[in-house]
């Protein structure tokens, strides 16, 4: 056999003997990374220590043969192996999650990173002869966790999303800084330490940020092209694994920043905008292919550098042993201080929420070390310019280290997990469990019975398999009436979390039928998540407030504000309150969707009143909505109605093209001819995805026009005063001036309705002014005046309202008997 063929033979063997170590790691309930260093090792003692004579088979000597052809170097491992672990781990990780998160995980990430460097690196160089960068670069390495271990049983017994995310950004981040901070270290030991340590923190940070960024710039321009790439799937994938080495490759060698922070940083940004760029069937072909290739990349680069374990540490001495132990020691160490001392320091701060002490713990015990320590370690080894004696140092002391941590802690982390019983479901969990196994048994109860009478099956052969459910079902009614009193507030909660989970799926599906665009599908989906995590972190007053939050109006729509009232630029404003109308809209009917929701799927797994109270949220929500909703159809009536008639075209779309995909899958009609009717279906909707126009009235002069005391003058003198005005929108519930302010304008109401408080409140309509008290007295605003709706002034600066008047005696004295009547009243 080839030397080619013999690499391949070796590769496909491992490949086939990768697939039967998942189920053996659940069989003997063995984190996956600890079977596959234990597998990995074996096969290295095998190739190694294999006599000829004792191998009879020629195809089993040639296995021995491919295996041993198959050797891995760290060149390989950073070019081939490192894009996929990093850009997989990415994609698979949600990002807002991550944000609500980032200072928890940018501590554990970045800082925990540096405290373990310095830590096994002073600690070390004080016991060992090895030079103090030698030992430096030996705690980067070891400064790498993998989390798979301590994930997976998070998962098994539920702990909290936001903990998963943690470790998992964790370990992500993690390995990008280990990994920066590794690259400017090695040439500092080659270079014999020259260098200071200023230099050395500025060119890490350059590096990380510089990396960050062009990952970001990078997987946006892929997005950009992915509805270019629209209806060809294998394309538009290819694509995410051209992003995947292209962010890793170019990033380092062109400008000579972080390609590993890069590659994660685009992994994160295509997972996040992915899903709503990409058909939903793509990014689900998507996630399972680099589900795949992440699986192969990990599990072959652990196999492929345990087998170099027993080479390496072949003739290790007693105080090789020693140094390891100590790399252990400091390693924990550190590690500790970052979840004892750094986190504690969060939460006091307001930055995370409180993690108990049993978690803890087993975050700590959690932080193996895997490949890519392994990897690091082997491109110290394979660097003929680093000392012989040094390259034996790191290369023993981080393989025994990775080993101790794989058999020590990854063995020895579930009983730890069960020890401190957060293998056990909190009596809330019980509960749901309960009634989701009396819900489904009845479902099925019910089916059997059907289908038995259906099928003409025996009676008693019916009422035997039915006799063994209703036994389980008097078992599973028990335990539920059991615990209703006790989880009757927390069952609230599990029903909004449930809610707010299905609130995000309808998000997609909206998108998915093309009832909404992608624009406005973000937006809803952003708002979505952030009801569904506050409803995790503080429950019912979490959902109530994170609904109200949603109703108002962000920094971009108060941004477009100020460039139309600043610069008179009315595009920006125009877009944004198109935007709202139409986020309304659909969250209209994302939440009409809840409350059937609730009522027939939610109610059997959480109890009536618990069904209720979610009922009774989602309506004032639906009220909320819809009092912002109308406040903008009274403003707008033209436009909304084109956006209703916008939106029952789209769903007229979807359903007509629903129904000839189901006559083409059942075979009525074939392929080319419902080809041929969707392609009238989209002629006779063209235009539908476009926007209508709409356009905020806020010319100044025809604002003026509106506005009774100037309505009546001629044309010249209508420009003359537009001159003088600023048209401004104001918000609903939005201060106009405020109580004890200096007067500095005052304002004509061109449209809208504004609310003056005093005792008692007085309301302005269309043609009133206000404000004109403070200019002609000199004194502070006597009262807060609110914006009852959307809004359409004018506002007089000080100065042009002295030139107004004096140019004009008919208006100064119709203000001046108005403000004469107000100042009567007050």
């Given at each position: 056999?080839?030397?080619?063929?013999l690499?391949?033979f070796?590769?496909?063997?491992?490949?086939?003997?990768?697939?039967?170590?998942?189920?053996?790691?659940?069989?003997?309930?063995l984190?996956?990374?600890?079977?596959?260093?234990?597998?990995?090792?074996?096969?290295?003692?095998?190739?190694?220590?294999?006599?000829?004579?004792?191998?009879p088979?020629?195809?089993l000597?040639?296995?021995?043969?491919?295996?041993?052809?198959?050797?891995?170097?760290?060149?390989?491992?950073?070019?081939?192996f490192?894009?996929?672990?990093?850009?997989?781990?990415?994609l698979?990780?949600?990002?807002?999650?991550?944000?609500?998160?980032?200072?928890?995980?940018?501590?554990?990430?970045?800082?925990?990173?540096?405290?373990?460097?310095?830590?096994?690196?002073?600690?070390l160089?004080?016991?060992?002869p090895?030079?103090?960068?030698?030992?430096?670069l030996?705690?980067?390495?070891?400064?790498?966790?993998?989390p798979a271990?301590v994930?997976?049983?998070?998962?098994?017994?539920g702990?909290?999303?936001?903990?998963?995310?943690?470790?998992?950004?964790?370990?992500?981040?993690?390995?990008?800084a280990?990994?920066?901070l590794?690259?400017?270290?090695?040439?500092?030991?080659?270079?014999?330490?020259?260098?200071?340590i200023?230099?050395?923190?500025?060119?890490?940070?350059?590096?990380?940020?510089?990396?960050?960024?062009?990952?970001?710039?990078?997987?946006?321009?892929?997005?950009?092209l992915f509805?270019?790439?629209?209806?060809w799937?294998?394309?538009e994938?290819?694509?995410?694994?051209?992003?995947?080495?292209?962010?890793?490759?170019?990033?380092?060698?062109y400008?000579?920043?972080?390609?590993?922070?890069s590659?994660?940083?685009?992994?994160l940004?295509?997972?996040?905008a992915?899903?709503?760029?990409?058909?939903?069937?793509?990014?689900?072909?998507?996630?399972?292919?680099?589900?795949?290739?992440?699986?192969?990349a990990?599990?072959?680069?652990?196999?492929?550098?345990?087998?170099?374990?027993?080479?390496?540490?072949?003739?290790?001495?007693?105080i090789?042993?020693g140094?390891?132990l100590?790399?252990?020691?400091?390693?924990?160490?550190?590690?500790?201080?970052t979840?004892?001392?750094?986190?504690?320091?969060?939460?006091?701060?307001g930055?995370?929420?409180?993690?108990?002490n049993?978690?803890?713990?087993?975050?700590?015990?959690?932080?193996?070390?895997?490949?890519?320590?392994?990897?690091?370690?082997?491109?110290?080894?394979?660097?003929e310019?680093v000392?012989?004696?040094?390259?034996?140092?790191i290369?023993?002391?981080?393989?025994?280290?990775?080993?101790?941590?794989?058999?020590?802690?990854?063995?020895?982390?579930?009983?730890?997990?069960?020890?401190?019983?957060?293998?056990?479901?909190?009596?809330?969990?019980?509960?749901?469990?309960?009634?989701?196994?009396?819900?489904?048994?009845?479902?099925?109860?019910?089916d059997?019975?059907?289908?038995?009478?259906?099928?003409?099956?025996?009676?008693?052969?019916?009422d035997?398999?039915?006799?063994?459910?209703?036994?389980?079902?008097?078992?599973?009614?028990?335990?539920?009436?059991?615990?209703?009193?006790?989880?009757?507030?927390?069952m609230?909660?599990?029903?909004?979390?449930?809610?707010?989970?299905?609130e995000?799926?309808?998000?997609f599906?909206?998108?998915?039928?093309r009832?909404?665009?992608?624009?406005?599908?973000e937006?809803?989906?952003?708002?979505?998540q952030?009801?569904?995590?506050?409803?995790?972190?503080?429950?019912?007053?979490?959902?109530?407030?994170?609904?109200e939050?949603?109703?108002?109006?962000?920094p971009?729509?108060?941004?477009?504000m100020w460039?139309?009232?600043?610069?008179?630029?009315?595009?920006?404003?125009?877009a944004?309150?198109a935007?709202?109308?139409?986020?309304?809209?659909?969250?209209?009917?994302?939440?009409?969707d809840?409350v059937?929701?609730?009522?027939?799927?939610?109610?059997?797994?959480?109890?009536?009143?618990?069904?209720?109270e979610?009922?009774?949220?989602?309506a004032?929500?639906i009220?909320?909505?819809?009092?912002?909703?109308?406040?903008?159809?009274?403003?707008?009536?033209?436009y909304?109605?084109?956006?209703?008639?916008?939106y029952?075209?789209?769903?007229?779309?979807?359903?007509?093209?629903?129904?000839?995909?189901?006559?083409?899958?059942?075979?009525?009609?074939?392929?080319?001819?419902?080809?041929?009717?969707?392609?009238?279906?989209?002629?006779?909707?063209?235009?539908?995805?476009?926007r209508?126009?709409?356009?905020p009235?806020l010319?100044?002069?025809?604002?003026v026009?509106?506005?009774p005391i100037?309505?009546?003058?001629?044309?010249?003198?209508?420009?003359?005063?537009?001159?003088?005005?600023?048209?401004?929108?104001?918000?609903?519930?939005?201060?106009?001036?405020r109580?004890?302010?200096?007067?500095d304008?005052m304002y004509?109401i061109?449209?809208?309705?504004?609310?003056?408080?005093?005792?008692?409140?007085?309301?302005?309509g269309?043609?009133d002014?206000?404000?004109?008290?403070?200019?002609?007295?000199?004194?502070?605003r006597?009262?807060?005046v609110?914006?009852?709706?959307?809004?359409?002034?004018?506002?007089?600066?000080?100065?042009?309202?002295?030139?107004l008047?004096?140019?004009?005696?008919?208006?100064?004295?119709?203000?001046?008997?108005?403000?004469?009547?107000?100042?009567?009243?007050?």
């Amino acid at each position: 056999m080839t030397s080619i063929g013999l690499v391949v033979f070796g590769l496909v063997s491992l490949l086939a003997l990768m697939s039967l170590l998942p189920p053996l790691a659940g069989r003997l309930r063995l984190p996956y990374s600890v079977l596959l260093a234990v597998v990995g090792v074996i096969l290295g003692l095998a190739v190694t220590l294999r006599p000829d004579q004792a191998i009879p088979s020629p195809a089993l000597h040639d296995i021995f043969d491919a295996l041993a052809s198959v050797e891995i170097s760290s060149e390989s491992f950073i070019l081939i192996f490192l894009p996929t672990l990093l850009f997989e781990v990415a994609l698979a990780i949600d990002v807002r999650r991550l944000l609500d998160d980032i200072a928890p995980v940018l501590t554990m990430a970045v800082v925990a990173v540096v405290i373990c460097a310095l830590t096994v690196g002073f600690t070390l160089s004080m016991a060992s002869p090895v030079g103090v960068i030698a030992c430096l670069l030996l705690g980067s390495i070891v400064a790498t966790t993998d989390p798979a271990a301590v994930v997976g049983i998070f998962r098994e017994v539920g702990v909290p999303k936001r903990l998963t995310t943690l470790v998992e950004g964790e370990s992500l981040l993690n390995d990008a800084a280990a990994i920066a901070l590794f690259a400017l270290l090695l040439p500092m030991l080659l270079s014999g330490g020259e260098g200071s340590i200023s230099g050395t923190v500025l060119r890490f940070l350059i590096s990380f940020g510089g990396g960050a960024l062009a990952g970001f710039v990078m997987a946006w321009a892929a997005c950009m092209l992915f509805p270019v790439l629209n209806g060809w799937p294998k394309a538009e994938i290819t694509l995410t694994i051209a992003l995947a080495y292209l962010s890793f490759t170019l990033p380092e060698h062109y400008f000579h920043v972080s390609g590993v922070v890069s590659c994660v940083v685009a992994g994160l940004v295509l997972g996040s905008a992915g899903k709503t760029r990409m058909r939903p069937g793509t990014f689900e072909q998507m996630e399972g292919v680099w589900g795949q290739l992440g699986f192969w990349a990990n599990s072959l680069v652990f196999l492929l550098a345990a087998m170099f374990v027993p080479r390496i540490m072949e003739g290790t001495s007693l105080i090789e042993i020693g140094f390891i132990l100590l790399v252990y020691v400091a390693t924990l160490t550190a590690r500790f201080v970052t979840v004892f001392a750094l986190l504690p320091l969060l939460t006091h701060l307001g930055l995370m929420q409180r993690i108990n002490n049993r978690i803890k713990t087993v975050i700590v015990w959690g932080g193996l070390r895997g490949a890519v320590s392994l990897a690091l370690a082997l491109a110290v080894i394979e660097n003929e310019a680093v000392p012989a004696n040094m390259r034996d140092f790191i290369a023993t002391s981080v393989t025994g280290f990775v080993l101790m941590t794989l058999f020590i802690n990854g063995i020895t982390l579930r009983p730890l997990v069960g020890f401190f019983r957060l293998n056990r479901l909190n009596p809330v969990a019980r509960g749901v469990r309960d009634r989701a196994k009396l819900m489904t048994l009845t479902d099925v109860a019910n089916d059997l019975a059907e289908i038995a009478r259906a099928e003409g099956i025996d009676r008693d052969i019916a009422d035997k398999t039915l006799s063994s459910i209703e036994a389980r079902l008097g078992v599973a009614r028990a335990r539920s009436h059991r615990g209703v009193e006790l989880m009757a507030d927390e069952m609230v909660k599990v029903g909004l979390t449930v809610a707010a989970a299905h609130e995000v799926e309808r998000c997609f599906d909206l998108l998915n039928e093309r009832i909404v665009d992608r624009r406005i599908a973000e937006m809803l989906l952003r708002e979505a998540q952030h009801v569904r995590e506050a409803v995790r972190g503080t429950g019912r007053k979490g959902y109530v407030m994170a609904a109200e939050r949603g109703l108002g109006f962000g920094p971009a729509f108060r941004f477009a504000m100020w460039v139309q009232r600043t610069i008179r630029f009315e595009k920006p404003l125009a877009a944004a309150l198109a935007d709202r109308f139409e986020f309304l809209m659909m969250q209209r009917q994302v939440l009409s969707d809840l409350v059937p929701f609730a009522r027939d799927r939610l109610q059997p797994l959480i109890g009536e009143e618990a069904a209720d109270e979610i009922i009774k949220l989602t309506a004032r929500r639906i009220e909320a909505v819809d009092q912002s909703l109308l406040a903008l159809k009274l403003q707008y009536p033209a436009y909304a109605a084109d956006l209703q008639r916008q939106y029952l075209g789209r769903i007229a779309r979807q359903r007509e093209s629903a129904a000839y995909q189901a006559l083409a899958a059942n075979l009525v009609v074939s392929g080319e001819v419902e080809r041929e009717l969707t392609a009238e279906l989209e002629r006779h909707w063209t235009g539908l995805d476009g926007r209508p126009r709409l356009d905020p009235e806020l010319s100044a002069i025809d604002l003026v026009a509106r506005v009774p005391i100037f309505r009546d003058l001629d044309i010249k003198r209508q420009q003359a005063i537009a001159h003088l005005l600023t048209p401004q929108l104001a918000l609903p519930e939005s201060a106009v001036v405020r109580r004890g302010d200096k007067g500095d304008a005052m304002y004509f109401i061109a449209s809208g309705a504004v609310r003056v408080v005093v005792e008692p409140s007085v309301e302005l309509g269309s043609g009133d002014f206000f404000g004109e008290l403070a200019l002609l007295t000199g004194h502070p605003r006597n009262a807060d005046v609110v914006a009852l709706g959307f809004c359409k002034l004018l506002a007089l600066k000080a100065r042009d309202f002295q030139r107004l008047l004096a140019q004009d005696a008919g208006l100064k004295a119709r203000i001046e008997q108005v403000a004469k009547e107000r100042l009567n009243l007050g």
